[in-house]
């Protein structure tokens, strides 16, 4: 979900003249699903993973209790919020639920004002829990993922490429000669030139599961599924040549005058038994050979190493 977009609500109660009510309700504000029993309910959240879940419990084929025991047993449908609207108002039928993991209960006849007020207190929860999640992964000073982002889809993608037999490119990026750039520019300056870097290694990263991420000090990582050797060398090539592009003055570097980076990369041979560790060591390794081959420069197992014209 982007900020643009509605929240998705997921309304499902086997009465249509509830799902008719609480639909006209809730769409001038949010896109609503509707579900007429509790398969339907279970199906409809495990496919379009809604943000909330007003949820009837006493429906003929599946109860609403069944159907939030189902949804937390199903990593897509977890954390989705729940809150259960019923005729049961017993203290005891609302301790159930929440016991269960639903966030709230309203009991039938329900007024229209507290279903407002209730689905938007628990959609701004979301809208929140969801921001530190994001937060939680990404890099304050360039914005890029953080490592510990790019630890998690590193591994699934591996895991991915090892099981389809479809490429898997990785690269190692160094910004040279960093330390000498901090000590005569200043550190203000140098956060400055590292975002310029990582929003140029960021725009590169044009298909959805690229990823951009900051690994550390003034190295990045980046990771391109489905990717060849090929062609992660010619993205590597057109990032390093962008970055030089910036023509940030760098009085203290050997490899040119201006701010330039050193790129290593290495791609995941399908055909060989190769851990993700070996993989990662490997772009490491050719990030090594383009910093002692003078910088400035991408060096990639399994592709022509092409060199740069630094100056």
Same mark, same amino acid.
């Given at each position: ?5 509605? #929240? ?8 249509? &003249? ?13 896109t &609503? ?11 409809r /959240? ?11 419990v ?10 939030? @025991? ?6 897509? =449908?977890?954390?989705v919020?729940? !809150? ?10 609302? /301790?159930?639920? $929440? ?12 007024? *229209? =004002?507290? &279903?407002? %007020?209730?689905?938007? $207190? ?7 829990? @969801?921001?530190?999640?994001?937060l ?10 953080n ?22 490119? $990785? *690269? ?23 975002? *310029?870097?990582? @929003?140029?290694?960021? =725009? ?8 951009? %991420? ?10 391109m ?5 090929? #062609? /992660? $060398?010619? !993205? ?10 910036l023509?940030?003055?760098h009085?203290?570097? /050997?490899?040119?005058?201006? !701010? =330039? ?20 060591e490997? %772009? ?5 050979? %383009?910093?002692?081959?003078g ?10 190493e *092409? ?5």
């Amino acid at each position: 979900m982007t900020p643009a977009e509605p #929240q998705k609500v997921l309304v499902a109660d086997d009465d249509p &003249v509830n799902r008719d009510v609480l639909c006209e309700l809730l769409q001038p504000e949010y896109t &609503v699903l509707l579900a007429k029993n509790g398969a339907q309910a279970v199906e409809r /959240a495990t496919r379009h993973v809604p943000d909330l879940v007003l949820l009837d419990v006493m429906m003929p084929d599946m109860s609403g209790f069944e159907v939030l @025991r189902r949804l937390r047993a199903t990593p897509q =449908t977890e954390h989705v919020s729940v !809150i259960f609207i019923s005729g049961l108002d017993r203290p005891e039928d609302e /301790a159930a639920g $929440l016991k269960m993991g639903a966030s709230d209960y309203i009991a039938k006849p329900f007024n *229209a =004002t507290v &279903v407002l %007020a209730r689905v938007a $207190l628990h959609l701004q929860l979301v809208r929140q829990r @969801r921001l530190l999640e994001h937060l939680a992964h990404v890099d304050g000073l360039t914005e890029l993922a953080n490592r510990r982002r790019f630890d998690d889809v590193y591994d699934l993608e591996w895991q991915r490429a090892r099981r389809s037999g479809r490429p898997l490119s $990785l *690269a190692l990026l160094d910004i040279d000669s960093f330390k000498q750039f901090n000590d005569l520019y200043g550190h203000p300056a140098g956060d400055r030139a590292l975002r *310029a870097v990582a @929003r140029v290694a960021g =725009t590169h990263m044009r298909r959805p599961a690229d990823l951009a %991420a900051r690994y550390g000090g003034e190295e990045l990582v980046l990771l391109m599924p489905e990717t060849d050797a090929v #062609q /992660a $060398l010619q !993205i590597a090539q057109a990032l390093r040549q962008a970055v030089a592009e910036l023509m940030i003055a760098h009085a203290g570097s /050997a490899a040119a005058s201006c !701010i =330039t980076v050193s790129i290593g990369g290495a791609s995941l041979d399908p055909a060989q038994a190769e851990s993700s560790a070996a993989l990662f060591e490997a %772009a490491d390794v050719q990030l090594y050979r %383009a910093k002692q081959g003078g910088r400035n420069r991408v060096m990639w197992r399994g592709a022509q190493e *092409a060199l740069t014209d630094a100056g």
